[in-house]
């Protein structure tokens, strides 16, 4: 019978200032190195962040402290494999401090702190009950603390311009982490999210730096990775990371940033202000971000970061309550997000970002379904213009109004002018290449779409909406095998990502691989049950596979029910080989102003019936030919 894998053993060498793991090094910087030893040498009790401020850095020396400290317990608790929700080691004490939680027993001679902690794997119950033994062994007359005098290197460098110097390679891409609420209060977290959010959208404005996009580093939230692996998976030299604490209406914000490929701080600051200047505290947060890594910023850019914007305490409050909940993409979410950007608008009507959100919201609730596309576009289309007409600076109201002329005006040179002017003022907004790229593909120029969907994939590298998007596009230009390529990658993002499976039932249908298809449409079917796509999906199967007597009986039951679209049963009537059925559902789709008509004329599935010239009415109707 094999044995149990033995603890490994970690050992703090106080004369070689080092931690081991089984007689090899483990690399901590100063810094997380001078805390570990303050931790254990004051095991059991509560180390407040002031403590540890004046122990590290000494008391008066100016340093932005709390991030500094939250960066050297991750680094902590990378290295001794704890977990912060089940600590066996380093206990956060929410709002005060941390506490070394594992027995300490003095022993011997040598000069070496030796813990005794499971290996790699997750605690068991067992390992929980039973908390690691340390033993601590002192020298006589030799002090636990080595080299607490030297300071940290932001308590002596001015920040950013001198350090930028030694860089392997300047930083022009960037990625900021979300910030951590330091309140003590989770029903903060909204307001902690809507800063970072907010950090993200100036720097984006920066045109010589890329900047990721909310999406990919949202994944990161609560995560225990070390800085280069996360800059290495977002493809970035810089990190930005920092905290927020709120209390009343005044807000604090420290940030520094990271060189990552060298884990070398560059600068860092905090910043305190009330709720209603927040907004021109952000636009200054990210200036001396461009200044620390050297970019160049033009005088527009510079006079938009600097406007000394004030905005109403209670309707900010509500908008961020509105990004929080819109951001949980789910249906009860987006209906939350409605009502906190009315609130916003309702405490004051001339707050732009109010609006764009609420035009935001209709168009995921369009898409699934959840509210029609004659109820809910008009609605956003007002709500788009109000932004437009208080705030032309704003990137998100010029994506949502381009989104309306899109696919409900069907007015293309508006709607590429709405893309255009929102990518020069974020060029970092995934939503705006995305939308810019489906204007262009519906308009056949292919190369340049597929060129700007990557672009919006950039900025946004570990998104499954935007891969499944560019899959999708590629289904429908009919490149079905880099369609599969492509939506496989989404699924290592996300297993569980429904609209994934669809795609690539599709892509193996049009294949002839048929059995993979159904596999696809089993897994789509197991994640959204009773779902009115994976029905149109199973019957578009059986009726290109020749079960076409199977195809006819799920098309009238679909065609029964109100939640499938005349669009689709357009598609599915084309697929059963009767074309004429499916231009009469497709004329009822046009009534109906479906959302995928823009895509007709280069969707690679309407082909056969090109040569109609009921179909090339209907182009020509669109404004397409």
């Known amino acids: 019978m094999a044995s149990a894998p033995q603890p490994a053993q970690f050992e703090v060498d106080l004369a070689g200032y080092r931690l081991l793991q089984n007689g090899h090094v483990v690399h901590l910087e100063r810094q997380p190195m001078e805390l570990l030893i303050l931790l254990v040498e ?12 004046a122990r590290l850095w000494g008391r008066g020396v100016f340093v932005d402290a709390d991030q500094s400290i939250n960066r050297a317990i991750r680094k902590l608790r990378v290295a001794f494999h704890d977990d912060p929700e089940k600590p066996l080691y380093l206990e956060t004490v929410v709002g005060k401090g941390y506490r070394f939680v594992g027995p300490v027993a003095v022993t011997g001679t040598a000069p070496t702190a030796q813990v005794t902690v ?145 884990d070398q701080h560059l600068w860092a600051h905090s910043y305190e202000r009330n709720v209603g200047d927040v907004v021109s505290l952000q636009g200054e947060v990210a200036q001396a971000i461009a200044g620390a890594v050297r970019a160049a910023v033009t005088p527009e850019q510079r006079a938009h970061l600097s406007a000394k914007a004030t905005v109403n305490p209670k309707a900010y409050e509500a908008y961020l309550k509105g990004r929080y909940f819109q951001n949980k993409r789910t249906q009860e979410g987006l209906r939350r997000a409605m009502e906190y950007y009315q609130k916003a608008v309702d405490e004051d009507p001339r707050y732009a970002p109010a609006y764009a959100g609420l035009a935001d919201t209709y168009f995921p609730l369009t898409n699934w379904g959840w509210v029609s596309i004659r109820e809910a576009i008009p609605k956003a289309k007002a709500a788009a213009l109000k932004a437009v007409e208080l705030d032309e600076g704003l990137a998100d109201a010029h994506v949502s109004l381009g989104m309306v002329r899109f696919v409900y005006d069907w007015d293309w040179p508006e709607a590429g002018n709405q893309f255009e002017q929102a990518l020069a003022l974020n060029p970092a907004y995934p939503l705006a290449h995305m939308w810019y790229s489906d204007y262009l593909m519906v308009l056949g120029r292919s190369d340049e779409s597929l060129a700007e969907m990557k672009r919006a994939v950039d900025v946004d590298p570990v998104s499954p909406e935007l891969s499944h998007h560019m899959a999708w596009q590629l289904n429908v230009m009919g490149r079905y095998d880099e369609a599969i390529a492509q939506e496989r990658k989404t699924l290592e993002m996300d297993p569980a990502f429904p609209p994934a499976h669809v795609v690539l039932a599709g892509a193996y249908r049009e294949k002839g691989m048929y059995r993979e298809a159904l596999a696809e449409i089993e897994k789509l079917s197991a994640l959204s049950p009773g779902s009115p796509v994976a029905l149109v999906a199973l019957a578009s199967v059986h009726a290109r596979s020749g079960e076409r007597s199977r195809a006819l009986r799920e098309f009238r039951a679909l065609s029964k029910r109100g939640s499938v679209s005349s669009y689709d049963l357009a598609l599915l009537s084309l697929r059963l080989g009767d074309q004429d059925q499916a231009l009469r559902w497709l004329e009822k789709a046009y009534e109906e102003r479906s959302s995928y008509l823009p895509w007709l004329k280069v969707n690679a599935a309407w082909a056969p019936v090109h040569s109609d010239p009921r179909f090339s009415d209907l182009v020509r109707r669109l404004g397409l030919t």
């Open 42 to 53: 004051r095991r059991g009790d509560l180390v407040t962040r002031e403590d540890i401020a």
């Open 118 to 262: 499971p290996d790699n794997g997750p605690a068991s119950a067992a390992m929980l009950a039973q908390r690691p033994r340390l033993r601590l062994s002192l020298l006589v007359g030799i002090g636990l603390v080595i080299g607490l005098g030297l300071l940290f290197e932001l308590g002596t460098h001015t920040p950013g311009k001198r350090l930028a110097a030694t860089l392997e390679r300047p930083i022009t891409s960037i990625a900021v982490l979300p910030l951590e609420n330091l309140s003590g209060d989770p029903g903060q977290e909204y307001f902690a999210d809507g800063m970072t959010d907010a950090l993200i959208t100036d720097l984006a404005q920066i045109g010589a730096l890329r900047v990721v996009s909310r999406t990919s580093v949202m994944r990161y939230k609560g995560m225990r990775k070390p800085l280069p692996e996360i800059a290495r998976e977002l493809g970035v030299d810089g990190i930005v990371e920092g905290t927020v604490t709120r209390s009343s209406d005044r807000v604090r914000i420290t940030s520094q940033l990271i060189y990552a490929p060298s």
